[in-house]
């Protein structure tokens, strides 16, 4: 049964701090992963990754590929109290209708 | 970006009753759309696929006669929850996907915050 793993399920940092999301996958027919930012209501996209070893930047935040070890890591540099967020990343297997199917998400608290 | 509504953002029902929430995609037609459910401290998880002018593809477990989708035309799509009971409780988010375009450009309504009395 295809699946996804995010680690850790909580993390508390202070302002300034770095941090590194985890996520990790089990999926027949891998297609992509994404990573999203859900604050108080829908997420909003982050990322999307197909190919391994490409990192892609949006200011503070990055995320890379590891197809080899089934897993992507969300990095956040610097962060900032408005950070503070659930992450979550989901796959997309291939398949006519392409939906997501989430991980369990990371609660992120950045204290100042 | 492409906006997606949702709407009503909060609603109040008393149990038994049915209620209606709407999706619509406002500057562009979605073929595809979904609906997803969160539980508080929980993660999204998909219901159903809904697809313009055929029925809906539900998820394992999720009841299709409780959880009535209708997918009437390229912007909108409606859920209906039939005879609510308070564990339907819960937060329901729909998302459109551009007809054509890459999986990443899936936008997501704002969601609809269910409480069953």
């Known amino acids: 049964e295809d699946k996804v793993v995010q680690s850790p399920l909580s993390l508390v940092v202070h302002e300034g701090d770095t941090v590194t999301l985890n996520c990790s996958y089990e999926?027949?027919?891998?297609?992509?992963l994404l990573w999203y930012k859900q604050e108080k209501k829908a997420p909003t996209f982050l990322f999307m990754l197909?190919?391994?070893?490409i990192e892609k930047k949006s200011g503070r935040l990055s995320s890379i590929l590891d197809k080899k070890e089934l897993s992507s890591i969300l990095n956040i540099t610097a962060t900032q109290t408005g950070d503070s967020a659930i992450y979550l990343c989901?796959?997309?297997?291939?398949?006519?209708?392409?939906?997501?199917?989430f991980g369990s998400g990371t609660q992120l608290t950045v204290l100042p | 970006g492409a906006v997606v509504s949702q709407h009503p953002s909060r609603v109040i029902c008393k149990s038994g009753t049915s209620v209606k929430i709407e999706c619509r995609s406002l500057?562009?037609?979605?073929?595809?759309m979904f609906w997803y459910r969160q539980f508080p401290k929980q993660s999204l998880m998909l219901m159903a696929t809904?697809?313009?002018?055929?029925?809906?593809?539900?998820e394992q477990g999720v009841e299709k006669d409780k959880f009535l989708i209708n997918h009437a035309s390229l912007t909108l799509s409606t859920l209906t929850v039939t005879s609510a009971h308070p564990e339907d409780s819960s937060f329901y988010i729909c998302?459109?996907?551009?007809?054509?375009?890459?999986?990443?450009?899936?936008?997501f309504g704002e969601g609809s915050r269910l409480t069953v009395l």
């Open positions: 500057d562009f037609q979605a073929t595809t």
């Open positions: 999926v027949t027919n891998f297609r992509s």
């Open positions: 197909t190919s391994s070893g």
């Open positions: 989901a796959y997309i297997s291939s398949g006519s209708a392409r939906q997501l199917t």
């Open positions: 809904s697809n313009e002018g055929s029925k809906a593809t539900y």
């Open positions: 998302s459109a996907r551009v007809s054509g375009a890459l999986a990443g450009e899936l936008f």
